[in-house]
């Protein structure tokens, strides 16, 4: 997704991850299911512990991964390699070189409708590290999605484990 003004060009990579999909220790493994992991998923508040989370069996692409190596993976259907196509493609490349636009990127991940993680994209379409993890918060209020800077310094970021 490609936002613009008169100045600025923002893209946006947007994925998600489908909780069924995720192996989400749960307070008994009996209960384990779709409610039972979204509290689970809300009570992580550590984006580190977010990116460790495993793909179960029944997920086709990435059965067994971590979502860390899902998303620094090598592959092809890695959220890396695809930004980096995206950010590659003419469109991207004409409005990143622009020297009168301010250019950002951005990769946006929701994990199971309850974590939002947000890293920082360059020119070239390269990952920079984890920036942000908001979560969705259960309250009755019109605001409904928190994006504070959760365990992670928000200039530094998180750097990946994954080579």
């Known amino acids: 997704m490609v936002i613009s003004g008169?100045?600025?060009?923002?893209?946006?990579?947007?994925?998600?991850?489908?909780?069924?999909y995720l192996k989400i220790p749960t307070t008994s493994p009996a209960a384990n299911g779709r409610l039972n992991k979204a509290s689970a998923l809300s009570k992580i508040s550590d984006a580190r512990e977010v990116l460790k989370l495993k793909f179960d069996a029944?997920?086709?692409?990435?059965p067994g991964k971590t979502i860390e190596e899902w998303v620094y993976g090598s592959d092809d259907e890695s959220p890396q390699s695809q930004v980096k196509r995206y950010f590659e493609s003419p469109e991207i490349?004409?409005?990143?070189?622009?020297?009168?636009?301010?250019?950002?990127?951005?990769?946006?991940?929701?994990?199971?409708?309850?974590k939002v993680l947000c890293w920082d994209v360059d020119k070239d379409g390269k990952l920079g590290a984890l920036e942000r993890m908001g979560q969705y918060i259960e309250?009755?209020?019109?605001?409904?999605?928190?994006?504070?800077?959760l365990d992670c310094d928000y200039h530094g970021g998180l750097k990946s484990s994954v080579a």
């Open 6 to 20: 008169k100045n600025w060009a923002t893209v946006i990579e947007c994925k998600t991850i489908q909780i069924d």
């Open 58 to 62: 029944n997920d086709k692409l990435r």
């Open 93 to 114: 490349t004409m409005l990143a070189r622009n020297d009168a636009l301010k250019f950002r990127g951005h990769l946006v991940i929701i994990v199971g409708n309850r």
């Open 139 to 149: 309250q009755e209020t019109s605001e409904k999605f928190q994006l504070p800077c």
